[in-house]
């Protein structure tokens, strides 16, 4: 039993360490809380924590995924996807859906720093039905948006649009402003690229856009929508409004070091307000950047500026300046990755499959080797109780051998005293038979001749409750009372020695009833149970007879015997005796 309870106990222990809970250090805990909020003083716990405190592998994972989100929500451009893999690879065998698609998202936002724009739409395109299944909107949210951006700067246009679209549904269920005007930006975007006829519409987008960030302190955002809206004020020809935003724009960038893009927004601004020089200055210093395709416009406004001002050679030289960096950013842009793209946009379903039966396959893998020590602890456990029943019952049906030999004997015992009282009777008969003996004599000899009978009567009565018949008649009405029905029957065998034992009891007085009534069978049989004793409601499972019937007989042999109904057949038998 003892090791029963080991095994039981294991199978517990193996059981809380296959689930997905797992009680984290305290300290990691202390540094999730403080990541939406507070995500620098996440970043300044997480790095005081030494990796001798991370004991288990469930807190080393954890760690790894909370120090990549620390990082990306303080703006650390990630180049090495070493420590979120920890993260990944962790919550991909244990089957955690939640986690997998945190682990999974951040690998994508680090793919995204390294600028490996494939891999991190492979790694958005698992985060995201794993983000849907855990019902984690708001990241579902940010997958979407980070999936659009992909798209759109490798010009898949329509399904970025798609993409912004369905981010906007999500902003708009949450009730999340910052995520709403993200989407119509995004999608503003898209829809300057499509030419002149979706200026409005862009417009209204960033307005809408624009009026909800004003009351929202979120600088980054407000600055993306202005640095939007002056680029679209820019080809409507709107130097003022381009200009507005292009400065509101550079007054909101927290990096004022090297702002390429709000310097060529500037510059640009400046140029449809016929303020070359300006617009000179602020296109030069937008070229200090590595982006291609900044460079290929900066080069080209720089172009027309040279053209205006007279200077066509310069102006010829900048237009080739222009159009190779274009050719550049043609060749970086579509010729690799968006190749990669397509392809992981059709191998994404396999991967998930590939990721759903790995995490699966392990929990099995556990449920298999619990089931098996639950059922081998199960089988040692009845087979203990087994051996344990089998030896009570073999303890039982020794001591029920030893109790019948016991009762064998003591009937063996109980005969060999009414033998020997049957021949004390017999020898006192003789001698009250007997002409020698005076009356004084004869008294003695009847008083202890009526002694001898009652204690052989006595014996023979102790005898029969000792027999195997009245064992077997205990066991027939037992049997009837329990199932009413009995497998057991007395034989015609059993019946006789029944009778012949009553009759020595009562001194042959039965054989004598017998005789003189012409008794049948049942009404001997029903005179001999009577007189042992049971119960009349006894009478029929021994005689399978109604109740009613037993009354009857009994009755009509009272009234042949003719004598009084109220008297029992012991009394009949004590006066024939």
């Not at 009680?23 to 990541?35: C, G, I, T, V």
């Not at 550049?328 to 379903?349: C, F, G, H, T």
Request: proline content about 1%.
């Amino acid at each position: 039993m003892k090791n029963t309870v080991i095994i039981i106990l294991f199978a517990m222990f193996l059981l809380s360490s296959c689930t997905i809970r797992q009680d984290y250090n305290q300290q990691l805990l202390k540094a999730d809380s403080l990541m939406q909020l507070r995500p620098d003083s996440a970043l300044n716990i997480l790095k005081s924590i030494s990796p001798e405190k991370l004991s288990t592998r469930a807190d080393n994972a954890y760690y790894a995924l909370l120090l990549t989100q620390a990082q990306d929500k303080n703006f650390v451009v990630q180049k090495d996807d070493s420590l979120i893999q920890i993260a990944v690879h962790y919550y991909d065998s244990i089957g955690d859906t939640k986690m997998q698609a945190k682990a999974h998202y951040y690998w994508g936002c680090v793919y995204r720093d390294m600028n490996q724009q494939a891999e991190a739409i492979r790694e958005f395109f698992i985060a995201a039905p794993l983000t849907e299944k855990s019902k984690e909107k708001r990241q579902l949210g940010l997958i979407y948006n980070n999936i659009g951006y992909i798209y759109n700067i490798q010009e898949f246009n329509q399904k970025a649009d798609s993409i912004y679209r369905l981010m906007e549904v999500i902003a708009k269920e949450l009730r999340d402003t910052t995520l709403w005007s993200e989407a119509l930006s995004r999608q503003a975007s898209i829809d300057l690229m499509k030419g002149e006829n979706y200026f409005p519409i862009a417009e209204q987008k960033l307005l809408d856009a624009f009026v909800t960030m004003e009351k929202i302190k979120n600088d980054g955002l407000k600055a993306n929508i202005s640095a939007s809206l002056s680029n679209l004020y820019s080809r409507m020809n709107q130097g003022e409004k381009a200009l507005h935003y292009a400065k509101l724009n550079f007054s909101l960038r927290k990096d004022t070091v090297w702002p390429y893009q709000t310097f060529l927004l500037l510059g640009d601004a400046y140029y449809k307000l016929k303020q070359y020089d300006s617009a000179t200055f602020y296109l030069n210093k937008s070229l200090l950047g590595k982006d291609y395709g900044r460079k290929s416009d900066v080069y080209m406004r720089l172009a027309d500026i040279a053209m205006i001002q007279g200077n066509t050679t310069l102006s010829i030289e900048l237009e080739r300046n222009s159009s190779a960096y274009k050719d550049s950013l043609y060749q970086l842009r579509r010729n690799p990755v968006a190749k990669r793209i397509i392809e992981v946009e059709a191998d994404v379903q396999t991967i998930l499959q590939k990721l759903y039966y790995k995490g699966r396959l392990q929990m099995y893998l556990y449920s298999f080797i619990l089931i098996t020590i639950i059922i081998i602890a199960i089988s040692l456990y009845l087979y203990k109780r087994y051996q344990r029943k089998n030896n009570l019952l073999k303890k039982d049906k020794q001591q029920l051998e030893k109790i019948n030999q016991d009762l064998s004997q003591h009937y063996a015992n109980l005969q060999t005293d009414i033998t020997q009282k049957d021949m004390e009777i017999e020898k006192l008969r003789k001698e009250l038979a007997s002409h020698q003996v005076n009356e004084e004599q004869r008294k003695k000899l009847q008083a202890e001749l009526d002694k001898i009978v009652l204690k052989r009567k006595t014996l023979a009565k102790e005898a029969f409750l000792h027999s195997p018949i009245y064992e077997k008649m205990q066991a027939i009405i037992k049997d009837f009372q329990d199932k009413d029905a009995s497998d057991k029957e007395l034989s015609d065998q059993e019946w006789q020695e029944f009778v012949a034992e009553m009759d020595m009891e009562w001194n042959n007085a039965i054989t004598e009833l017998c005789v003189k009534y012409q008794l049948s069978k049942e009404e001997l049989h029903l005179v001999c149970l009577s007189l042992v004793g049971f119960p009349f409601s006894h009478l029929e499972y021994l005689l399978h007879l109604s109740r009613a019937t037993l009354y009857r007989k009994k009755n009509l042999l009272l009234k042949r015997i003719d004598t009084n109904l109220n008297c029992e057949f012991e009394e009949i038998l004590q006066k024939i005796r």
